[in-house]
């Protein structure tokens, strides 16, 4: 699949069916809100929310580590949902949207493996424990949807692409719940706490701050996943073309 | 030869370039990428089944709550285990064996084990705060006070904080409190 010249809408509207472009109007209000809730988040987050009595300012970390743990659950989820449509309907609608989720989901799982350790080191004192269930179902999460995107990547007709990938989404979403409840199925082979905002352990300042982040990260997620997906529109706009052009130029050389 | 296909082909020709057709320049070969998805895909593979094969056959990543280590002390004895609790009292800094150590009691469902810790605790260890320590039973009391009084300690070499799920934010009652005496101080 040709990715050449897809920054280039001039160039390219002639042969695609809809705008060379992946923003719209609403993308770009939608991202415009999205970064005035970052400013939001952090301004609260890290000048208003006081510091936990325990782990002090370390607590602040929460309002990027939930989120994204939340919000990688949410993208594969969309990764799920986009390959049982494609397995059900042959929607090629619905694999690019498991695509963009995907892509997605690996970027927050990595943060969340990320800002996990980070705030392990002084919460905990270590890094990371290999032992630990909730750490390595995680970053087994994290693997699997690496491998998603790799097995897209392995080639072949866009059809059997879109089955292969659709069964390594629909395999490895099945961890998402494995991870969620692993603080409560193996308490005793973990150092992460069960969840606090279900049992409503948190305080005021920082539980709004932290539903505010909810709010934020969603917004991030649904900008993010309606660009990749109009990057997907348009690069099987492109491969459809080259193909049509292909064929044309083939029939010419034969004189058909 | 007939000339009239070629003639199509030289109409054609006018509408389309039919000049060589050169693979687009891309980031890499269409061939070396599959190649690496391929070498990723294995990788993923087989990190994921280590991963799994570790957490599902290493059975010394079990925590045993204080209560369960007493009650199942003589299987465990003579054996490195994992021990979770939470300090009940503030540790007391002493030495055993010409080693600096932090000797503390740690309790769990009203069962309290005396530990003897050998290293540096965790920046966040503290009274109230639960704790997972890797060690042994040891027969004999510690250097340190003697809480449980069961003729045992747990000595351990590496201790992790387990912070609960409890947030709660720092405000400034005590701070307030010791302005107020501060200022109701009659000078």
């Known amino acids: 699949m040709s990715r050449a010249g897809t920054g280039d809408p001039k160039r390219l509207a002639g042969y695609l069916d809809g705008p060379a472009r992946t923003g719209s109007r609403f993308t770009f209000w939608l991202g415009a809100a999205t970064l005035a809730g970052f400013a939001g988040v952090a301004a609260l987050g890290l000048l208003v929310v006081p510091a936990d009595d325990v782990q002090g300012d370390t607590v602040r970390i929460i309002f990027v580590h939930v989120p994204s743990a939340l919000g990688a659950y949410a993208a594969f989820g969309l990764t799920a949902l986009g390959s049982v449509m494609w397995l059900w309907r042959r929607s090629e609608w619905w694999d690019i949207t498991a695509h963009a989720g995907a892509e997605v989901a690996v970027l927050l799982c990595g943060l969340t493996l990320v800002t996990g350790m980070l705030w392990g080191r002084p919460t905990w004192g270590t890094y990371w424990e290999w032992g630990d269930v909730r750490l390595v179902t995680t970053l087994i999460l994290f693997l699997v949807m690496v491998g998603y995107l790799s097995v897209r990547a392995l080639g072949g007709t866009a059809g059997s692409v879109a089955t292969r990938a659709a069964v390594v989404g629909l395999v490895g979403a099945v961890n998402i719940g494995i991870v969620n409840r692993s603080v409560n199925w193996w308490a005793n082979r973990t150092l992460h706490q069960q969840s606090s905002l279900t049992e409503g352990r948190l305080e005021d300042l920082t539980l709004l701050t932290l539903v505010l982040a909810f709010v934020v990260a969603a917004m991030a997620i649904w900008w993010m996943v309606m660009h990749r997906f109009r990057i997907g529109w348009l690069e099987r706009q492109l491969a459809d073309r080259d193909i049509h052009q292909a064929v044309r130029a083939r029939r010419a050389e034969a004189g058909r | ?187």
Request: glycine share 8%; aromatic share 8%.
């Open chain 2, 1 to 187: 030869m007939d000339d009239a296909p070629a003639g199509k082909a030289q109409e054609a020709t006018q509408e389309t370039d039919l000049s060589p057709l050169t693979p687009r320049p891309g980031p890499r070969p269409a061939r070396a990428r599959r190649s690496v998805a391929a070498l990723v895909v294995v990788a993923v593979a087989a990190a994921v089944s280590l991963l799994v094969t570790n957490l599902l056959g290493d059975a010394s990543l079990f925590f045993y709550n204080a209560d369960e280590a007493v009650e199942r002390r003589d299987e465990l004895a003579g054996k490195r285990f994992t021990l979770q609790g939470t300090p009940i009292a503030a540790p007391v800094n002493t030495f055993w064996d010409d080693r600096p150590v932090l000797a503390f009691g740690v309790g769990f469902n009203d069962v309290v084990v005396d530990v003897v810790h050998t290293g540096d605790p965790p920046e966040l260890f503290q009274p109230g705060v639960p704790v997972v320590l890797e060690g042994a039973w040891r027969l004999g009391p510690g250097p340190g006070p003697v809480i449980a009084d069961d003729g045992w300690h747990f000595a351990s070499d590496r201790m992790l904080v387990k912070h609960d799920n409890d947030y709660r934010e720092r405000d400034n009652y005590t701070e307030r409190i010791s302005e107020a005496e501060e200022g109701g101080t009659i000078p």
